[in-house]
């Protein structure tokens, strides 16, 4: 118990700051599974949601904080957590996510940057808001599920997850004129493979897409085929990916970039409605994409680093010739960093006069804006 005293400290001291209460739904029923949240409205609340599994086949669900009856948008937040395709990623990357990681997510995370509902330059500060756990290792796509998933942790079922979310959540959220769709890190790859699923979810109410820190690139020495065809081969992406992206197949593993041509050509109403924020020198990412290095020699070993330079050259090839082309927003960053919505940088992060949170609210709007330090 005394090894426990220090963390119970710094959550009542949390709770204490932040003036949130975030419960689970102890009376839970599955046929109405959010009436907990409305008997709650404004603070965050575990749900379990019928067919949510994580990489170990245990059950999981969202959280979710109703604002007003009459709030004008929903905000759908993927969390990141890197990904699981050797022993390394695997290793780094969360395989479990019940109600009590929730309570500390929502004590700790909850209420900061973009999900400060107190915060006046806050864009959907009085939106409701969900937050889908990362707990498949898949980038939240994946349908590669496990024969024995308490056994290899393999159960690759991300996408599946998002069609009963998508499902859930579009049945329930039908007054709402605007949904936000957005993630950090594996989460901002989600939010991005899932945004056609949401568009068809959602049907005729807008969904808009931010996308924080979870670049594609085009360029082969930052995004390396093999490693690509990894992903593809692991969690079964191509089975998730849209038929209709034909240029999005490719037999040597690259192409994935294909999808923001793809979105911003093919799909009507998208000019100024999808974004993506990233750092040009992303030490995570890099560390990440460092697998690829040398037609993926390292693929089974430790993680490592490849030069900043090369991420950056990547990262204004994809805002120059992919995105911008294509009326993706973009917000691209100096620096190392990774991921911007859940801190200070969201209100305090400034490129030519317009700060991080007003490029988000120019999403929302449909105005695209290209900004690049």
Known sequence: MKTLLPLFIILFSAVSWCGCNPTTDDDFDPTTPFDGAEADRGSWKWVPLDGLVTRTGAATGIGVRLADE??????????????????????????????????????????????????????????????????????????????????????????????????????????????????SSAGGYGATFNWAEAEAAFGSTPVHLVNDCGPLPADDLAFAPCLQQRFRDDFQLDASLPAACTDCFSVTGDSLDQLYDYYGQSIPGTEGNLGLLAFKEDAVIRAFFDFGTDDCVNLEGAFGSYAGSVMEEAIVDLNDNHLSPNGWSTFMMNGTQHVALAGANFYNKTINGTTLAEWVESVINGTQLNLVE
């Open 70 to 183: 009459d709030a004008a948008g929903l905000m759908i937040y993927l969390q990141g957590g890197g990904s699981c395709f050797n022993d390394a990623s695997c290793s780094s990357n969360p395989k479990t996510f019940d109600a009590y990681d929730f309570l500390i997510w929502a004590i700790i995370s909850g209420y900061r940057g973009f999900l400060n509902k107190n915060q006046a330059a806050n864009p959907v500060k009085d939106w409701h808001m969900v937050f889908v756990p990362y707990t498949t290792g898949d980038l939240h796509f994946g349908q590669n599920p496990s024969a024995d998933p308490a056994t290899d942790e393999k159960n690759f079922v991300g996408y599946d997850n998002m069609q009963i979310i998508l499902s859930e959540l579009s049945t329930y959220f039908t007054a709402v004129d605007d949904v936000l769709l957005t993630g």
